[in-house]
């Protein structure tokens, strides 16, 4: 089915008036563009190579029996760096069944060497995988679900219910993003305890106020329709108005700004652990073995793999998103489909 066709199509749905069917094509069409647009390939094989890491961690990287999966293993405590392929000296974690046909060893090595400190990067990268996932799902849909909610409200109602929804947005717009964060994470650390738990919270509370701005600018446009409009005419909810007739027409924006914010959390996660506020010394996460090459910066030459590693791991997770969400941009955008 060609661009032209599908146009025909909806402008043929949007007069019948068969808002399901016109939901369908839009997502089609999105779908279409997604398999056919060459950043967006290229986005989807760097997500579907990081699901496949971190679904195959306990093969890639088999944690110790009874231990902490993502509790990096450490070699020693020497504060020096080792390269890549030295030799494990302490108690090794199990090997997994694919290490003698490929390394040729019975030993343990590290394929990307040691941090500062002894900590394995090889197992850290693997196991980062699983915590940025984890990190990214989790406050992308915790943010998502807060600020559209509180946006559709705003939105649908106006008036009292509007100004007071938009000026709690414009007090937490006032903080400085990262710093609130950090403030907030250091506050609730000593309650949750240390972990990434904190951290995630902090970033979830100050990071839904784009969503309530956009869905409610998206809202404003469509709750004046005529489909809308006939609705309330035969006396349907406010809720059923809201799901079934205006959502599933303002939400595609949003799902674009949340497929490029996913990066973003991740990227902030790391800042914050490289800080020392996000995950606990030795938990498995990317910004936390960045924050072991802090004392190494000017040695880069000779210990480069401290930030090599871990670097290429955030900087091609983030890329993959980006990738993602460009393309929906373009896709769902109505000036730009012409374009492609």
């Known amino acids: ?24 094509i839009e997502i089609y069409r999105m779908l279409r563009g997604l398999v056919t647009n060459p950043l967006s390939i290229t986005g989807l094989v760097l997500m579907a190579f ?21 509790q990096i293993p450490r070699d020693g405590y020497s504060s020096v760096p080792e390269p890549p392929g030295t030799e494990w000296n302490s108690r090794q974690p199990p090997l997994p069944f694919w290490w003698k046909p490929i390394v040729g060893t ?38 998502a679900i807060i600020g559209i909610t509180l946006g559709s409200i705003s939105a649908y109602y106006g008036g009292v219910v509007d100004m007071v929804i938009m000026r709690v947005v414009d007090i937490f717009l006032a903080f400085p993003n990262l710093l609130a964060a950090m403030t907030l994470s250091a506050v609730l650390t000593p309650s949750l305890g240390k972990g990434i738990y904190p951290a995630m919270i902090a970033l979830a509370a100050f990071g839904w106020m784009g969503y309530s701005r956009l869905i409610r600018s ?34 595609f ?28 010394v ?50 769902l955008d109505p000036r730009l489909r012409g374009s492609r």
Do not use: C
């Not at 990307?112 to 996932?133: E, N």
């Not at 497929?259 to 990227?267: A, H, K, P, Q, T």
């Not at 802090?294 to 890329?319: D, E, S």
């Open 50 to 70: 990081f699901l496949f890491i971190a679904l195959a961690a306990p093969i890639l990287a088999p944690p110790r029996p009874g231990g902490d999966p993502y």
């Open 106 to 143: 019975d030993q343990w090595i590290h394929l990307m060497g040691t941090a500062s400190g002894q900590w394995d990067i090889y197992y850290g990268v693997v196991w980062g995988t699983r915590t940025a996932l984890r990190v990214g799902v989790s406050i992308t849909v915790i943010t």
């Open 282 to 331: 030795g938990y498995a996460d990317w910004g936390q073995l960045l924050s072991f090459a802090r004392a190494w910066i000017t040695n880069l030459t000779t210990y480069w793999h401290i930030v090599v590693f871990p670097g290429i791991a955030l900087v091609l997770f983030v890329l993959s998103w980006n990738l993602v969400g460009d393309a929906l941009r373009d896709i």
């Open 1 to 24: 089915m060609t661009d032209s066709e599908l146009d025909t199509q909806v402008t043929t749905v949007k007069k019948s008036g068969w808002l399901e069917r016109m939901v369908g």
């Open 253 to 280: 924006p949003t799902m674009v700004v949340a497929s490029m914010r996913f990066g973003d959390y991740v990227l902030a996660f790391a800042g914050l652990s490289f800080l020392g506020i996000g995950a606990e």
């Open 218 to 251: 998206d809202i404003l446009s469509v709750r004046e329709r005529e489909y809308v409009l006939s609705a309330h005419v035969i006396g349907a909810r406010d809720s059923r108005i809201l799901l079934r007739h205006i959502l599933p027409n303002a939400i």
